[in-house]
C-alpha cells in the first residue's frame, strides 16, 4: 500500500496538471482569439492583408481581361486599368514598408504595424471607391466589399477607432453616389434599369442608401461587440489560467517539502538498520539477519525513488523534464526482484525472459519502473496462490515489446472498455484492496513516453499487459 501511495504521489508531480493546461490554453487562445481576433503579433496581420490584395490584384487584371474579351459594356476600361496598376503598386509599398518595419524590429513593433494596416484599409477604401466608379457606382454589387474592411477594423481596432473606420467608409460611399447624381463626376452605367430608377426615383436612391448605412455600422457594432466579448473572456482564462498554475506550483513545493521530509525519515531508518545489520550491538541469529538484509535493501531502493522523486519536482518546479538513455533490462530486471518477496508469499512462480539483454530507451527512469511495477504488482496481486506470472523482453524491428503475462482472475469482457479509466474496479475483483488507479496511471506515463499499452484477457484463464516503447541505439 505504501508503494501504492508513492506511486500516486509520482503521478501528482509529474502527471497531474491544471484543469486549464498551458497547453491547451495556449492552442485554445491561438486558434480562436490570438491568430483570429487579437492578434499579439500585428505585422502577421498586415503581411496577410497584403498577400489577400494581391490576390485582389490578380483577379482584377483577370477580370479586365475577360471584360475587353467579351466586350462588356458600361465600363471605363482605362480607369480601371490605371486602378488596378495603382493598386498593385500600393501593395508593393504596403509590403516593402511592413518589411523595413519587421526587420528593425521584428513581432514587437505593434504600434508601427497598426498604423500600416490603418492606412491599407483607408486607401483600400479610396482604391474601391474609384474602381465602383469606372464600373457602375451604386448599380455595382461590388459595393458589399466596404463591409469587409468594416469587420476589420472592428477586430483589430478600437472601438472608437472601428466606428471612425465605417464613417469613413459611409463618406466615400455617399460622396460617389452623390458626385454622380450631381454630374460633377461622369457615371458610367452598367444596368440601365437600376440606372433609370435612381435618376427617376429618388426614394430608392434613398432607401438604398440608407440601407447600406444601417448595415454598415450594424456590421462594425456587431464586430466590436463580439470582439470586445472577446477580449473580456480572453482576460478572464487568462487570469484564471495564471491561479490554477499558482496553486499548482503550490501543490508542488508542498510535495517537495514531504519528500524531503520522508527522505530525512529514511535516512534515520537506514542508519539504525545498518547499525543492526553489522551487529554493532550484538549479534543476530541468520534468519533476523535474512529479514534486517531485506529491509536493508528496501529501505535503500526507497531511498533512490525519493531522490528521483525530488528530482522530478525541481524539474516540474522548473518547467522542465530530463530524459535520459535507459537499459530496459535492467530496469525490468530490478523490478521483478524487488516482487519477488510477494511472489513467493502466495506461492507464485515469478520469471523473467529477456531475449534480448541491449535493449535501451529514452525516458525517465523512476517513471518507467514505477509503471512496469505496477503492472507485475498487479499481475502477482490478481493471481491466485500457487498461479504464473511471465515477464518477457524482445525487440521487434524498432521497437521493445515487453510482456507480462499472469493466469489470474481475467477481465470479464464488459470491462475491457473501461480498464484504463480512473478509479475503475473490475467486477471480479472488487474484494481485493485496491486504489482503481493503477493503470489509468501507467497508461498515462507509457503514452508520455510515446509508447503504447495494449492487453488480451479471459475471465479466469488469465491476462497479458503489452507495452511498447521505442528502441534506441545502444
Known amino acids: 500500500m505504501i508503494m501504492e501511495n508513492l506511486f500516486i504521489c509520482h503521478w501528482t508531480v509529474l502527471y497531474q496538471k491544471p484543469i486549464l493546461k498551458p497547453g491547451f490554453y495556449q492552442k485554445f487562445t491561438d486558434s480562436l482569439v490570438k491568430k483570429v481576433l487579437f492578434p499579439d503579433k500585428y505585422i502577421v496581420q498586415a503581411i496577410r492583408l497584403i498577400k489577400i490584395r494581391w490576390l485582389v490584384s490578380i483577379f482584377l487584371f483577370i477580370a479586365l481581361f475577360f471584360s475587353l474579351y467579351f466586350k462588356v459594356p458600361g465600363l471605363h476600361i482605362p480607369g480601371l486599368l490605371t486602378s488596378a496598376i495603382f493598386l498593385a503598386f500600393l501593395n508593393a509599398v504596403y509590403?516593402?514598408?511592413?518589411?523595413?518595419?519587421?526587420?528593425?524590429?521584428?513581432?514587437?513593433?505593434?504600434?508601427?504595424?497598426?498604423?500600416?494596416?490603418?492606412?491599407?484599409?483607408?486607401?483600400?477604401?479610396?482604391?474601391?471607391?474609384?474602381?465602383?466608379?469606372?464600373?457602375?457606382?451604386?448599380?455595382?454589387?461590388?459595393?458589399?466589399?466596404?463591409?469587409?474592411?468594416?469587420?476589420?477594423?472592428?477586430?483589430?481596432?478600437?472601438?472608437?477607432?472601428?466606428?471612425?473606420?465605417?464613417?469613413?467608409?459611409?463618406?466615400?460611399?455617399?460622396?460617389?453616389?452623390?458626385?454622380?447624381?450631381?454630374?460633377?463626376?461622369?457615371?458610367?452605367?452598367?444596368?440601365?434599369?437600376?440606372?433609370?430608377?435612381?435618376?427617376?426615383?429618388?426614394?430608392?436612391?434613398?432607401?438604398?442608401?440608407?440601407?447600406?448605412?444601417?448595415?454598415?455600422?450594424?456590421?462594425?457594432?456587431?464586430?466590436?461587440?463580439?470582439?470586445?466579448?472577446?477580449?473580456?473572456?480572453?482576460?478572464l482564462l487568462e487570469k484564471s489560467n495564471q491561479s490554477l498554475l499558482e496553486k499548482d506550483k503550490i501543490k508542488d513545493e508542498f510535495v517537495q517539502r514531504v519528500t524531503h521530509d520522508i527522505k530525512g525519515g529514511l535516512a534515520v531508518t537506514h542508519s539504525c538498520l545498518t547499525v543492526v545489520e553489522k551487529q554493532i550491538l550484538g549479534p543476530l541469529t541468520p534468519k533476523n539477519a535474512e529479514f534486517v538484509e531485506k529491509a536493508l535493501n528496501r529501505t535503500n531502493k526507497l531511498s533512490d525513488f525519493i531522490n528521483e522523486l525530488l528530482t522530478l519536482t525541481k524539474m516540474r518546479l522548473a518547467n522542465r523534464f530530463d530524459t535520459s538513455k535507459l537499459s530496459v533490462s535492467e530496469m525490468i530486471n530490478n523490478v521483478v526482484q524487488n516482487m519477488q518477496s510477494d511472489a513467493e508469499k502466495k506461492d507464485i512462480k515469478l520469471t523473467l525472459t529477456l531475449h534480448n539483454v541491449t535493449l535501451y530507451m529514452n525516458g525517465i527512469k523512476v517513471s518507467i519502473e514505477e509503471a512496469l511495477t505496477n503492472l507485475v504488482h498487479n499481475a502477482v496481486k490478481y493471481t491466485p496462490n500457487e498461479g504464473e506470472v511471465r515477464v518477457s523482453v524482445k525487440k521487434n524491428g524498432e521497437k521493445i515489446i515487453i510482456e507480462v503475462k499472469d493466469t489470474g482472475y481475467g477481465i470479464p469482457e464488459s470491462d475491457h472498455s473501461k480498464i484504463f479509466s480512473d478509479f475503475f474496479r473490475a467486477g471480479n475483483t472488487k474484494d481485493i484492496e485496491g486504489t482503481g488507479l493503477g493503470l489509468s496511471l501507467v497508461k498515462a506515463i507509457i503514452e508520455r513516453h510515446k509508447g503504447t499499452i495494449n492487453f488480451t484477457s479471459k475471465e479466469n484463464i488469465g491476462t497479458t499487459f503489452t507495452v511498447i516503447f521505442d528502441a534506441i541505439p545502444a
Open 95 to 235: 509590403y516593402v514598408w511592413i518589411y523595413r518595419t519587421g526587420k528593425k524590429c521584428g513581432f514587437s513593433c505593434e504600434r508601427p504595424a497598426k498604423i500600416n494596416i490603418v492606412v491599407q484599409i483607408v486607401f483600400d477604401f479610396l482604391m474601391l471607391t474609384t474602381i465602383l466608379h469606372f464600373s457602375g457606382g451604386i448599380e455595382n454589387p461590388g459595393i458589399v466589399f466596404y463591409i469587409f474592411h468594416m469587420i476589420l477594423s472592428g477586430i483589430y481596432l478600437k472601438p472608437r477607432n472601428a466606428y471612425l473606420i465605417t464613417l469613413l467608409a459611409v463618406f466615400f460611399f455617399l460622396a460617389l453616389v452623390f458626385t454622380e447624381y450631381t454630374g460633377m463626376l461622369p457615371h458610367y452605367s452598367i444596368n440601365k434599369y437600376i440606372l433609370d430608377l435612381t435618376l427617376h426615383e429618388p426614394v430608392y436612391l434613398f432607401i438604398s442608401l440608407g440601407l447600406f448605412v444601417i448595415t454598415s455600422f450594424l456590421a462594425a457594432f456587431i464586430a466590436v461587440s463580439l470582439s470586445e466579448q472577446l477580449r473580456v473572456t480572453q482576460k
